[in-house]
């Protein structure tokens, strides 16, 4: 295959060892500067420049985005999905990892272990927020930051309400976050390509230092993950949108605590615990895979007029409880189970036999109006608004006296 490395430095070690692996396998392979593309956009033809020409052919692309430049290196993977090229994480897998609220947002909603988390901007929430974590001490983290930078202990309330206001004066967005004590100044980091950990390591912080990065000092030391540790790193690679990550957990007293996620992990130092070829299993992994292009679920199935996907819940109650798919109707309405989600088990194309339990979720396809039936009623209300004429109040009447071609400055 033809493969592409969006990295802005060919001499990092990350970098390096990805294009020495993939030359190994007889693989061709090139460093492209992410910052070096031109994006073009006209009507059924996405294209790409590099460099002032017309960007060649490639079978697939790896992105190793830095957090600097996040907006335009996503905006240049992105680019490369509407082209049809493999890429190993998505555009907006990058996106959702790069920020730390977002990441927990969308983790929060599936049975996957996190901190307890809060974000406020108001200074009178803060004591609330601290409260709800469970008290001093606490974690006080900036949105965007890597490497440990950022990341700050607050020993008592009166240390983090200092803390968190001296950020927000900068105009810095945080987070208070749950210590995990029993974490002991240490983490896990798993190395998750496709569906599988190929290594995982041990990061220990030295001295007073409560950070366990290798950046901060931390050493590390091999470690052979429990299954629900591994099957945690999977779970939140593949919910963030990813297929190469590092998952960070702290190893709390209910298991796995998710921590961050992160879309370039470095290679160094794990290959350097584990002395294992985690470059080479990326190169292998993509291979494998380049002929199955990141596809927009929602944007390819939502062309055809009439149709698209829904979630459908299945609740106390429901007549479908104890059915078959094949029993309950749905494909004879030409609705299509696409996923069933039940508890922490995701079930991709569900067999016509599958029996359903009350709690169960249903990802279809099909068409909307039939569909909307199906969809609770609160649920219903929430997702079709009704569009009312302006009132009759003072900042209304503004919009209807104004000037319609007038620009809001």
Excluded: W
């Excluded at 002032?52 to 430049?69: E, F, N, Q, T």
Aim: proline share 5%; with cysteine; charged share 25%.
């Amino acid at each position: 295959m033809k493969l592409g490395i969006l990295s802005r430095s060919i001499r990092c070690y990350s970098t390096r060892r990805l294009r020495e692996a993939a030359i190994q396998r007889g693989h061709k392979v090139k460093v492209l500067d992410t910052l070096k593309f031109a994006i073009d956009l006209k009507p059924a033809e996405p294209d790409l420049f590099f460099r002032g020409k017309h960007l060649s052919h490639y079978d697939a692309v790896l992105p190793r985005i830095g957090a600097s430049i996040t907006q335009f290196g996503t905006a240049v993977v992105r680019q490369f999905e509407q082209m049809d090229i493999f890429t190993t994480n998505s555009s907006a897998g990058i996106s959702n990892s790069r920020d730390k609220l977002r990441s927990l947002q969308i983790l929060s909603r599936h049975q996957i272990g996190i901190p307890e988390t809060t974000f406020v901007r108001d200074k009178r929430d803060v004591l609330p927020a601290i409260e709800r974590v469970g008290g001093a001490p606490v974690i006080i983290k900036l949105l965007e930051g890597t490497q440990g930078i950022g990341v700050l202990l607050a020993e008592s309330v009166k240390a983090a309400e200092a803390i968190v206001e001296l950020l927000q004066s900068q105009k810095q967005n945080v987070l208070i976050q749950k210590f995990v004590a029993e974490s002991k100044g240490k983490d896990i980091r798993a190395f998750v390509v496709g569906d599988q950990v190929v290594g995982a390591m041990r990061r220990v912080a030295q001295g007073q230092e409560f950070r366990s990065n290798v950046h901060r000092g931390g050493v590390t030391e091999p470690v052979d993950l429990p299954d629900d540790y591994r099957e945690a790193a999977i779970r939140t690679t593949q919910i963030m949108g990813l297929r190469v990550a590092g998952v960070d957990m702290l190893e709390g007293k209910d298991g796995p605590q998710i921590m961050e996620v992160n879309s370039s992990p470095g290679l160094e130092g794990i290959e350097h615990c584990l002395q294992l070829d985690i470059a080479g299993s990326i190169i292998d992994y993509i291979a494998a895979q380049v002929d199955f292009p990141e596809i927009d679920l929602r944007q390819r199935l939502t062309v055809s007029r009439g149709y698209g996907v829904a979630e459908i819940h299945v609740p106390e109650g429901s007549e479908f409880i104890d059915k078959t798919i094949q029993a309950s109707g749905l494909r004879e309405k030409d609705i299509n189970a696409l996923t069933l989600y039940r508890g922490a088990s995701v079930i991709p194309n569900p067999r016509a036999d599958r029996v359903l339990m009350a709690g169960d979720r249903l990802l279809c396809f099909g068409k909307l109006e039939l569909m909307r039936g199906l969809i609770p009623k609160k649920t219903r209300r929430i997702r079709k608004p009704k569009v009312r004429h302006l009132p009759d109040l003072p900042v209304a009447h503004e919009a209807l006296t104004s000037d319609p071609d007038a620009t809001e400055s």
